[in-house]
């Protein structure tokens, strides 16, 4: 959920006190104003999700905040719908330990349900992002053949000054 009206750093949206349940704790919560797009589960599909975020935070012990809309309703910008798990990919840009270390923090596993290390196999370049091709940009890693956005979420930790621009498909097939 983004609110594409709000400014630099500004709340996505906010709920009011005594509407929100803390899912971990069962505690009420105090009003709270979200933002950095945060991920809401539709009500439709919320008794569907609510195990498997338990079995989440219960397997991977994390602190990872998760809320629960107890009355009311909202209607929030919906910026993406996400109907599969995304895709992790962690650009090889120098800085991915920094990465590596917030998903391993995180409990989130990489492609193949190990710990992030140099040898996980969504650790790109921005050769596989771009593709084969200079032509078509929709070649690279984060799509699909058919050129369809593959739901990926690209880490780039990068903090230093670029030696030189990316290539022009590199930066067409992250921006969309």
Request: positive net charge.
């Amino acid at each position: 959920m983004i609110n594409p009206a709000k400014p630099a750093n500004g709340n996505d949206f906010t709920i009011g006190g005594g509407s929100l349940q803390d899912v971990r704790t069962g505690a009420p919560l105090a009003a709270r104003s979200y933002r950095g797009g945060p991920f809401v589960i539709a009500d439709a599909n919320a008794a569907e999700a609510l195990p498997i975020v338990q079995a989440w935070q219960a397997a991977a012990g994390d602190a990872t905040a998760v809320h629960r809309l107890t009355s009311g309703s909202f209607m929030p910008d919906v910026s993406r719908l996400l109907v599969g798990a995304p895709r992790i990919a962690i650009l090889k840009d120098g800085n991915e330990a920094i990465a590596f270390n917030e998903l391993n923090a995180a409990g989130i596993p990489d492609a193949v349900g190990g710990t992030w290390t140099v040898a996980s196999p969504d650790l790109l370049t921005e050769s596989d992002i771009a593709g084969p091709t200079e032509s078509n940009h929709a070649d690279g890693a984060l799509l699909h053949s058919r050129a369809a956005w593959r739901g990926s979420v690209l880490f780039s930790r990068c903090t230093t000054p670029r030696p030189r621009p990316p290539r022009r498909s590199f930066a067409r097939s992250v921006r969309g």
